[in-house]
């Protein structure tokens, strides 16, 4: 058996180098406001879609979760995303405070201007990014003002060039600063278009897929002046045609939608009514009157003097996130999603002609593409009584003979295997657009490999499978947490923990195998390995599969 990350040619006849000992570690906002053009304050943006369970993270919070219509969803995620998400949980600045707050930070706190631009403009593009994506809404309008809230815009743009997005920039009324100079020599080295005011057509949603407002922020006062007024009246028109036509045309507004009070919001019930709002350091008052369906929070640079002095309540970051969802729970019409995958061709000839090896090399991609657990498959068994059941777990080897899995015997995909020795597998790796399928007879590994690779563990992992008598009922967790103290004590000494004899591996060996690679309008590449023999040698026939 050879480690997955070796090509099959070179390591065939070698002993088992299972994945744990290769890959121990998978095995076991947005800135402060701006100055606008008359004013010295500054503005962010920055944001970020995310739908995982709770999770304790920097300052104590639940990680969010997005609701689902139209399915089920767990009562707790639900209260815990509301929780934290409602309009009450989550702070809110007035004008004066968010002035004081960018004093702080362009002051004592030794932030710059373009620092902080830099932030908002990354952060706003990564907001779009987790929405809107690219191979679906890929022409950007950057409709920029004369202040630091345009200059986000700018940096914004810039940022969704490299994401793989078309930008266009609207900037009218340049400000005269070296800073904002150099943020449009950054996007002219693109090639990335500049156009006038008076080039651009009345309805904005033929040209273009998105519509970013980065005119004003909160330190506007006064009504818009031309040509923003024009820029702000196209930008309404795009959202009533866009509803008589129900045709997507999103407006994504920077911290303030243009023409909005900062704190009373649409006041005329007229203004703009963006799909997403990225909010910058804190929402400002006038959020609580944004009803589109994404509001993101950027500003992940606020340090703790500032949460305290100003009692904010703000979410945490997941990750290396640059925004974070906030606001009410996501509406999604299960029915509409759908993804148009954009991969290379996967054609027959230039697969390998050996199905493991073509395995390998997939699996090398899911590693070298850093994906989270690329060796999870979803393993599929049926009892005697002709009930399927599927759980992940994961791959510890592979080799010719087959695929290798450690489990319970006495567990239930165990006694099923002894009732029906044939199971299926099936790796999916998301951010390749790919799924590999294998069916087969199953076996238990000698007792030699299991020993071997029970010892390879972690000592707690070790212990952990003494103490589950997997699959069975247990009164409760408490019961779980003593056995494993008790048994943490007994090995304390760092001797030898013995393998249970209910304890070992699973070997599939693979009869048909099937290599998926998500493609565009549902066209997907199937390619099958289906085995036969020819002058009695067994080789492996490739068939492509309709979608």
């Given at each position: 058996m050879w480690g997955l990350t070796r090509r099959v040619g070179k390591c065939r006849g070698m002993t088992c180098l299972f994945?744990?000992?290769?890959?121990?570690?998978?095995?076991?906002?947005?800135?402060?406001?701006?100055?606008?053009?008359?004013?010295?304050?500054?503005?962010?943006s920055s944001s970020s879609f995310h739908n995982s369970?709770?999770?304790?993270?920097?300052?104590?919070?639940?990680?969010?979760?997005?609701?689902?219509?139209?399915?089920?969803?767990?009562?707790?995620?639900t209260r815990a995303f509301q929780s934290m998400h409602n309009s009450e949980s989550v702070s809110y600045l007035t004008q004066r405070e968010a002035a004081e707050v960018d004093e702080i930070l362009m002051g004592p706190l030794g932030f710059s201007v373009d620092q902080l631009m830099e932030l908002a403009g990354l952060s706003v593009a990564t907001s779009i990014y987790e929405v809107y994506k690219p191979n679906e809404f890929n022409r950007v309008l950057a409709i920029c003002g004369p202040g630091n809230n345009g200059g986000d815009g700018l940096v914004a743009a810039r940022h969704l060039y490299h994401f793989g997005y078309k930008p266009v920039v609207i900037y009218p009324k340049r400000t005269p600063k070296p800073l904002y100079n150099d943020l449009v020599t950054q996007l002219q080295s693109l090639s990335v278009p500049f156009?006038?005011?008076?080039?651009?057509?009345?309805?904005?949603?033929?040209?273009?897929?998105?519509?970013?407002?980065?005119?004003?922020?909160?330190?506007?006062?006064?009504?818009?002046?031309?040509?923003?007024?024009?820029?702000?009246?196209?930008?309404i028109h795009v959202h009533n045609h866009e509803q008589a036509l129900q045709r997507p045309c999103p407006i994504v507004s920077v911290d303030i939608p243009s023409g909005w009070h900062v704190e009373e919001g649409d006041v005329s019930g007229e203004g703009i009514k963006p799909d997403m709002l990225v909010s910058l350091t804190a929402p400002k008052l006038c959020a609580k009157k944004f009803s589109g369906p994404h509001h993101f929070l950027g500003g992940r640079f606020v340090p703790p003097s500032i949460v305290d002095k100003f009692k904010l309540h703000l979410p945490p970051y997941r990750g290396t996130s640059m925004c974070v969802r906030i606001g009410k729970p996501l509406q999604v019409d299960i029915s509409a999603l759908r993804e148009n995958y954009i991969s290379p061709e996967f054609l027959e000839e230039e697969v390998a002609a050996n199905p493991i090896d073509q395995?390998?090399?997939?699996?090398?991609?899911?590693?070298?593409?850093?994906?989270?657990?690329?060796?999870?498959?979803?393993?599929?068994?049926?009892?005697?009584?002709?009930?399927?059941?599927?759980?992940?777990?994961?791959?510890?080897?592979?080799?010719?003979?087959?695929?290798?899995?450690?489990?319970?015997?006495?567990?239930?995909?165990?006694?099923?295997?002894?009732?029906?020795?044939r199971a299926a597998l099936l790796f999916y790796w998301d951010a390749l657009n790919r799924q590999?399928?294998?069916?087969?007879?199953?076996?238990?590994?000698?007792?030699?490999?299991?020993?071997?690779?029970?010892?390879?563990?972690?000592?707690?992992?070790?212990?952990?499978?003494?103490?589950?008598?997997?699959?069975?009922?247990?009164s409760g967790r408490h019961v779980l947490d003593q056995e494993f103290k008790e048994l943490e004590e007994k090995y304390s000494d760092g001797s030898l923990i013995p393998r249970p004899k209910n304890w070992g591996g699973y070997r599939l060996k693979p009869e048909l195998f099937e290599f998926w690679q998500g493609q565009q309008s549902r066209l997907h590449d199937r390619l099958q390995y289906v085995p036969q023999e020819v002058n009695g040698k067994h080789v492996w026939r490739i068939v492509r599969l309709a979608p």
């Open positions: 994945i744990a000992q290769l890959f121990p570690f998978t095995l076991n906002s947005c800135y402060p406001s701006r100055y606008n053009c008359a004013s010295s304050t500054l503005f962010h369970l709770p999770t304790t993270t920097t300052w104590g919070f639940p990680s969010p979760i997005t609701g689902l219509t139209n399915c089920c969803r767990s009562s707790l995620a156009l006038l005011v008076e080039d651009l057509p009345l309805d904005l949603s033929k040209d273009f897929d998105i519509l970013l407002d980065a005119m004003f922020g909160f330190s506007f006062r006064g009504a818009p002046r031309a040509p923003f007024d024009d820029l702000i009246q196209r930008l395995f390998c090399k997939w699996f090398d991609d899911a590693m070298t593409a850093r994906l989270k657990e690329p060796n999870a498959m979803a393993l599929t068994t049926v009892g005697k009584d002709g009930k399927p059941s599927s759980r992940l777990v994961l791959l510890k080897g592979v080799d010719e003979n087959g695929f290798v899995w450690f489990t319970n015997y006495e567990s239930r995909k165990a006694r099923e295997l002894s009732e029906n020795p590999v399928r294998v069916e087969g007879s199953v076996q238990k590994v000698s007792d030699e490999e299991s020993e071997h690779y029970f010892h390879s563990r972690p000592r707690g992992s070790q212990i952990g499978a003494i103490v589950s008598k997997q699959s069975t009922v247990v």
